[in-house]
């Protein structure tokens, strides 16, 4: 198919920028051409559920080491967990610090990535387009809802309530819904 996915181990395996984890990653990202590029792992680089990304080693690891490397290559989106919640980004790039740095500038769109509601994201070009815009995701609320003030700044929709995540390709169109009880 277009789709090339990525999963990385963000509990145990060494996040630094030299280790064999992020040295594959960027060989990995190097070597698609594919047109929509996805990257799961469990902890979130951008959360304020009940886990904060702004203070949990391991999530700002993955914001501060990983994200980088995502935008340089093209990523489009990414699915994490850990905090028992839903939250989805803007279409973002270049975010790399605390939620306080965050600044508008870093929304590539800052639209409501819905398509019925005329917001929905669109990029320039299929394939890997380097600083082209991520949405990040958080879809750790199919067992459990554990609250937080959901508040990152990078996040479009947050939301404490569970569901699962479906996703959706055809062709030159992604299409990720959050599909609760209603």
Do not use: C
């Not at 995701?137 to 003030?149: E, H, L, R, Y």
Request: proline share 4%.
């Amino acid at each position: 198919s277009n789709i090339h996915s990525v999963v990385l181990d963000s509990h145990d395996s060494d996040r630094s920028l030299t280790g064999a984890m992020l040295t594959w990653l960027e060989q990995d990202l190097a070597a698609t051409t594919q047109d929509w590029i996805l990257a799961y792992w469990h902890h979130p680089p951008y959360s304020k559920g009940f886990h904060d990304s702004d203070t949990e080693g391991r999530m700002v690891e993955m914001r501060q080491n990983v994200v980088p490397i995502l935008d340089d290559y093209g990523v489009d989106l990414t699915f994490t967990g850990h905090s028992h919640s839903y939250e989805r980004s803007y279409l973002i790039d270049g975010h790399y610090g605390s939620s306080s740095t965050f600044q508008e500038s870093m929304k590539v769109d800052s639209g409501n990535g819905r398509m019925a509601e005329g917001g929905a994201y669109a990029k320039a070009a299929l394939g890997p387009v380097p600083h082209s815009g991520i949405v990040h995701t958080v879809a750790g609320n199919a067992g459990q809802i554990t609250g937080g003030p959901l508040n990152h700044p990078a996040m479009y929709l947050s939301l404490n309530t569970l569901g699962s995540v479906v996703l959706d390709v055809h062709g030159n169109r992604l299409d990720v819904t959050l599909l609760d009880s209603t």
